[in-house]
């Protein structure tokens, strides 16, 4: 069974920091999700890739498949960015981290 | 092009009432699943499909009843609801396999 493992759980940051949040999973996969899910809101998807890195705006993912790891970083972060980050293990059906909270303070 | 279209946002239930939770997808995609979120436990899979006539159960999947008629088309049926079945509930699609997943907005459900 793929167990996806995140942290930390809660992250407080101030404006301007750079974040890191960690993923690891248990089963080798071929594609791993990064997931964005603001307070009351809906679920939106950052990510999907399978090596290497991918970048948009001031949000970088990376993941080493034979290491079974990921990181979502986030650069000069912002009040905005606060929201809970989900790592998803790609192989159907996904399997979901508990997610990590992040609370950026202006 | 609307992606996953999940309904209703919100539902209020009486003990022992039954629902049905729509999601529709027009993206032609195989796979479709619903999870419940919960505090503190992420999502969980509740029931999941591989394309039409074809489901499967998840992780949580006592509860609930599901049916693949259309490859559009994936309700989830609550027959007889339980306060522990009080979560927010999402829909999501993909193509089979490594891609991307789409999400419905979610459905805050309380059951009194």
């Known amino acids: 069974k793929n167990e996806v493992e995140q942290s930390p759980q809660n992250l407080t940051a101030q404006e301007g920091e750079f974040i890191t949040i960690n993923c690891s999973y248990s089963?080798?996969?071929?594609?791993l999700h990064w997931l964005q899910q603001h307070p009351g809101g809906g679920i939106v998807s950052l990510f999907m890739?399978?090596?290497g890195k991918k970048k948009h705006g001031r949000l970088i993912a990376t993941i080493n498949i034979q290491e079974k790891h990921s990181s979502l970083h986030i650069t000069a972060s912002h009040p905005r960015d606060s929201a809970v980050y989900i790592c998803?293990?790609?192989?159907?059906?996904?399997?979901f981290g508990k997610g990590t909270r992040l609370s950026v303070i202006a | 092009n609307a992606g996953v279209t999940q309904t209703p946002k919100f539902q209020v239930l009486k003990t022992g009432q039954s629902m049905t939770l729509q999601c529709a997808q027009d993206?032609?995609?195989?796979?479709m699943s619903w999870y419940r979120q919960d505090p503190g436990m992420g999502l969980r899979l509740i029931h999941y499909?591989?394309?039409?006539?074809?489901?499967d159960q998840g992780e949580v999947p006592n509860g609930y009843n599901v049916s693949r008629s259309t490859t559009e088309d994936f309700p989830l049926r609550l027959l007889s609801a339980a306060p522990s079945q009080t979560s927010v509930y999402f829909c999501?699609?993909?193509?089979?396999?490594?891609?991307?997943?789409?999400f419905g907005q979610g459905t805050r459900l309380t059951v009194v």
């Open positions: 999501a699609s993909s193509l089979a396999g490594n891609t991307e997943a789409f």
């Open positions: 089963v080798g996969i071929s594609a």
């Open positions: 890739l399978s090596s």
């Open positions: 998803v293990s790609g192989n159907t059906p996904l399997v």
């Open positions: 993206m032609n995609h195989e796979y």
């Open positions: 499909s591989v394309g039409a006539g074809i489901t």
